[in-house]
């Protein structure tokens, strides 16, 4: 099975195939990101398709410069809120963006995001 939560593997490495992958998502280390200011946890990723579940960690005033993306993208604002071209998304609200759509998307009082992705975001 290619999918997989980095760093539990060995916490999953006696399930079956069809076994549930239960995630003590406190014990993930937060990862920084190449954009200041924002880092992730990687719930659960695909590297044979692309699929990723994240937790992104925004600080205030953080920014994630302008993206692509290649697929359809979901968001669900859990903290703060995220602020783009088009609108903003606050905690509780969620948001889902088409396959070509372009943004930048900026956390003025920081946030706490759960991602989904079907394939990686292309930055420019």
């Known amino acids: 099975m290619a999918a997989h939560t980095p760093g539990h593997e060995a916490q999953h490495a006696n399930l079956s195939p069809k076994d549930s992958r239960y995630v003590d998502v406190a014990s993930l280390p937060w990862r920084p990101t190449r954009f200041a200011g924002i880092d992730i946890k990687v719930l659960m990723e695909d590297p044979q398709t692309g699929l990723q579940t994240t937790l992104t960690r925004f600080a205030p005033g953080a920014e ?5 993306h290649v697929d359809i993208e979901q968001s669900w ?13 606050k905690a509780g609200d969620y948001v889902w963006r088409p396959k070509g759509s372009t943004h930048t998307a900026r956390a003025p009082e920081g946030a706490l995001v759960l991602g ?3 394939r990686p975001n292309r930055f420019f």
């Open 116 to 118: 989904i992705f079907l």
């Open 77 to 89: 604002v859990i903290e703060g809120r995220l602020v783009d071209e088009e609108g903003e998304v």
């Open 64 to 68: 994630l410069p302008l993206h692509e």
